[in-house]
Each structure stands twice: as structure tokens, then as C-alpha cells.
């Protein structure tokens, strides 16, 4: 039987909502996910991969939905064991279950087996309907370039210090990605772009998230080479951002917080681009060139409205 074959570039939770509608709008599709790292970090030794698992444990069934990462039923008796030990840092919590996920893909790294292989292995566990691959086996990470202040000299911090610890604030200098010019695509992830019967740039944050999937070297080449359809779906509705840490990341970035906006960031890209209703009229005006502008609901509310809008991005593909 003919499959069709989809490619998503996927950052965390609003990525993993869009992917849970997608297996169901197109339950016999084969999905392969490109994964975000560039949000990776090591905290108590252990590597942390807070996308790729938010992808893996949501279609896996064992996310915590409310919160959107991290494990369902959670516990906290190692985490308040590190508190007891004064084991900094203590600003990022990671639960009892999770923690399990860390200890074996560290153990595993530090045999020299390569992150695309580790995760692979950890979704055997949880089955996701997807194939999860990251977008590159080496080492890239986010880091933010605060301002200077009257007390201290410019200085930066990782990503998740910036966003967890420090809540998103201050506004930052710059973001830097450390490790991306030598960064390569990992195995399959060329071949995903190539090989498929669609490509979409899921509504994650268009800098943090996919801003560095599409910085690693080779994938915009790839990206304007494929034959396959390209559909963007906004992560603005209304002019705001869904998760508002994308707001501050935009403004900081100089690219405005709208849907004609981010698609300035894609448009040499994209065949389509879905956005609100709402934000439909402005986006066509601004004049996308050789961009089909959709105006769509785009709110992931439930199940319902996800798959909906999945749907939706197969019709601008020409799927359906
Ligand atoms: N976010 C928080 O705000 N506080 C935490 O303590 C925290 C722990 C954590 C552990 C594992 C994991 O996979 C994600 C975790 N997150 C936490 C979420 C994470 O910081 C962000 O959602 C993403 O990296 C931003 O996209």
C-alpha cells in the first residue's frame, strides 16, 4: 500500500501537539520528525534533550498534558535529594521517571553512541508512530547574550538558565549557537527532506526552535532543493505569540511579532504558510512572494483541533 510520507521540523510542546493531530488526520502516514537540540543541556552530569523527549513522551502517552513536558505522574524524591545537598542547580527540576530517560542516554553517549541511535532506542520504549531523529548528533546548544549591567559585564547564559532561572528576562543582547558551524545534519535527516511527499515547519518558536534546525549546515540547501511541498504554520495568532517566550525571542531577534513576520524567516522556503484568520489579510498584504497565504483556525486546544488544523496543512500540501 502507498504511504505518504511527511516530514516535520518540530521544536517542544506546540510541535508535539500538531504531530498528535497528525497521526490521527493521517493515522497510516509515515511521519518522520526532525528534532530540535539546540535546547539540550547537562545538568548533574546528565544530557538532557527537553524537545526530543517532549515529542517522544507525548505520542508516546506519558507526557504530564497540563504542563506539556516532562513525564505524567511524576516524582521528586531525587530531585529534593539534590535540594539536600545544596547540588546546584536547582533551578531546573527534573523528575524521578524523566530522569531514568537522562541516565541511559548519557550512559549511552558517553559509549560514543550517537544521539540519533540513542533516541531511536528510547522510542522503542514508547512507540510514538513517528520516527523521532534529532537534527544532528553533535553538540549545538542555544546560549543568551545578557545586557551589561552596572555591576557585572556582559555575559551568557545557557538557554534554560535564561528562560527557567531568570524567567525570560532580561531582554537578551543576542542568542548565540554554540557549535553550529560544525554541526551536521544527522543520518536520515537530508534523506527525510528529500524522500517525502510533504515537509512541515511545525508552530514551534520560530528562533529558538526552528531557527536552529534550519541552521544547521546543508538543510536550507536541502530544504530549497526537494521537490516536496513546504506548509509553515504561524506560531502568531492574533498578532501575539501562542507561547509568549517567542514574543521576547522575535523582538529581541529584530523580526516582527506577526505572521508576515515569521514567515520573512521561511519565505524562501515555503510553498504555503497557514495562519489565523485573524492575521490573514495582513499577511497576504505584506506580499510573500511565490507563498500561498491560508487562512486557518490554528488553535491546538484538543485533540479535535489538532488534528483539524493537520488536516488542514495536508490540504496545502496538496495531500488532500
Ligand atoms: N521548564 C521549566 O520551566 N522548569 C523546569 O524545571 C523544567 C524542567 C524540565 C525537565 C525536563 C524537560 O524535558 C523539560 C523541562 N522544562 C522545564 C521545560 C523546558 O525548559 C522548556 O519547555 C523547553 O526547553 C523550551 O522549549
Request: hydrophobic share 45%.
Amino acid at each position: 500500500m502507498f504511504r505518504v510520507r511527511i516530514t516535520v521540523l518540530a521544536g517542544g510542546i506546540g510541535a508535539a501537539r500538531f504531530l498528535t493531530g497528525l497521526r490521527r488526520a493521517e493515522p497510516q502516514a509515515d511521519i518522520t520528525v526532525i528534532g530540535n537540540t539546540a535546547d539540550d543541556i547537562t545538568l548533574h552530569g546528565l544530557r538532557v534533550c527537553p524537545d526530543l523527549d517532549t515529542v517522544m513522551y507525548t505520542l508516546g502517552g506519558g507526557s504530564h498534558t497540563e504542563q506539556g513536558w516532562g513525564r505524567s505522574d511524576e516524582r521528586f524524591t531525587v530531585a529534593e535529594e539534590f535540594r539536600a545537598y545544596g547540588g546546584e542547580p536547582t533551578w531546573f527540576t527534573l523528575g524521578d521517571r524523566d530522569i531514568a530517560t537522562h541516565v541511559i542516554r548519557t550512559r549511552l553517549l558517553g559509549r560514543g553512541t550517537p544521539l540519533s541511535e540513542i533516541t531511536d532506542r528510547l522510542c522503542q520504549r514508547w512507540n510514538p508512530g513517528v520516527r523521532l531523529i534529532p537534527m544532528t548528533d553533535d553538540r549545538v546548544e542555544t546560549h543568551v547574550v545578557l545586557p551589561e549591567e552596572e555591576a557585572s559585564p556582559a555575559r551568557a547564559v545557557h538557554f534554560q538558565e535564561w528562560w527557567v532561572r531568570l524567567h525570560g528576562s532580561p531582554d537578551p543582547e543576542r542568542f548565540e549557537l554554540i557549535g553550529i558551524d560544525s554541526a551536521r545534519p544527522a543520518p536520515g535527516v537530508l534523506d527525510a527532506l528529500t524522500d517525502t511527499d510533504a515537509v512541515v515547519i511545525a508552530p514551534s518558536n520560530p528562533v529558538v526552535s526552528v531557527g536552529p534546525i534550519l541552521a544547521v549546515p546543508g538543510m536550507r540547501a536541502a530544504l530549497r532543493a526537494t521537490s516536496a511541498p513546504i506548509v509553515g504554520i504561524s506560531p502568531i495568532i492574533g498578532g501575539r505569540a501562542v507561547r509568549g517566550m517567542a514574543e521576547t525571542c522575535l523582538r529581541v531577534s529584530g523580526v516582527a511579532v506577526t505572521a508576515a513576520g515569521v514567515a520573512g524567516l521561511y519565505a524562501d522556503l515555503l510553498t504555503a504558510w497557514l495562519v489565523a484568520p485573524a492575521d490573514e489579510a495582513d499577511t497576504v498584504a505584506a506580499g510573500l512572494s511565490g507563498v500561498r497565504v491560508v487562512g486557518v483556525p490554528l488553535l491546538m486546544s484538543d485533540a479535535d483541533s489538532s488534528a483539524a488544523l493537520a488536516g488542514d496543512a495536508l490540504v496545502a500540501a496538496g495531500l488532500r
